[in-house]
């Protein structure tokens, strides 16, 4: 990690920070197709400025319905927002942070706080918004961040909701690499990958002096074809959870770069 490139950087965010936040203020984009467009074009602009290359494999990111991921990194809704316009369903934690909590909401972000009943319902109607405007919503289904060496269990709670509106969904499995060197004890699980109970300043500073970073985006080349008990939320979980972890498979198969 370079101290001064992670310096360099934190000011080119700060700067694009700014930049895109006025504008957001002025414009007030009213639509969540203005609103989509205005964070996919902030997060394609961050990609770029903090040398992040961005590959996608596998199937094209699906125009409409629901996209579900494996979850590494507070970078995994940055690189799916530069690939294509889309609404992302957060812990409702998001909501109260300063500057990108206001950013998150005025892009059209959907909350969900986990542990309380109804609030997958309660997100079913900001979910169905997006999918009626034609726009793609994302969402995590393991609900918390991984070092990438295994997948959690999905939490059925989202899925049930997307499912019940009778919208596909797509798989799509997420992994980091270094294409580049960037010094011993460096690795893509700890400095990448952000999960556990850590510093996330300290953190994002230090991911902020990567170089070669490569963020690859496997996505099925159709949507989950669920079972005839699609209507169970455990079994269309399980099913899934299968779906996004067979992607995974898939990759490493192919030698592809891996943790």
């Not at 770029?48 to 629901?66: D, K, Q, Y």
């Not at 289904?141 to 899925?159: A, W």
Request: aromatic share 10%.
């Amino acid at each position: 990690m370079n101290f001064f490139r992670a310096v360099r950087r934190s000011f080119q965010l700060i700067g694009l920070f700014v930049v895109f936040g006025t504008e957001l203020a002025v414009k007030r984009p009213a639509t969540r197709e203005q609103r989509a467009d205005w964070l996919h074009r902030f997060c394609a602009r961050a990609m770029r400025g903090l040398g992040i290359e961005i590959r996608v494999v596998g199937g094209e990111f699906p125009e409409r319905g629901a996209v579900i991921s494996n979850h590494l990194s507070y970078v995994d809704i940055i690189v799916f927002a530069a690939l294509h316009p889309s609404v992302f369903v957060a812990k409702a934690e998001m909501q109260r942070w300063p500057v990108v909590g206001w950013m998150t909401t005025m892009s059209g972000t959907v909350y969900v706080e986990r542990g309380h009943g109804g609030s997958a319902m309660r997100a079913r109607k900001g979910m169905q918004a997006a999918v009626d405007a034609g726009l793609p919503v994302v969402f995590f289904p393991e609900g918390t961040t991984t070092n990438g060496s295994h997948l959690l269990k999905f939490h059925s709670g989202l899925l049930a909701q997307v499912l019940d509106s009778g919208a596909p969904v797509t798989a799509a499995y997420l992994r980091y690499s270094f294409v580049e060197e960037n010094g011993p004890g460096v690795t893509v699980a700890d400095d990448v990958c952000y999960w556990g109970d850590r510093n996330m300043l300290a953190h994002i500073f230090k991911f902020l002096g990567l170089r070669g970073v490569r963020g690859e985006v496997r996505f099925a080349v159709e949507p989950i074809a669920f079972s005839s008990d699609r209507l169970h939320r455990k079994m269309a979980a399980v099913e899934a959870h299968a779906a996004v972890a067979a992607l995974g498979a898939e990759g490493r198969y192919r030698g592809m770069h891996h943790f």
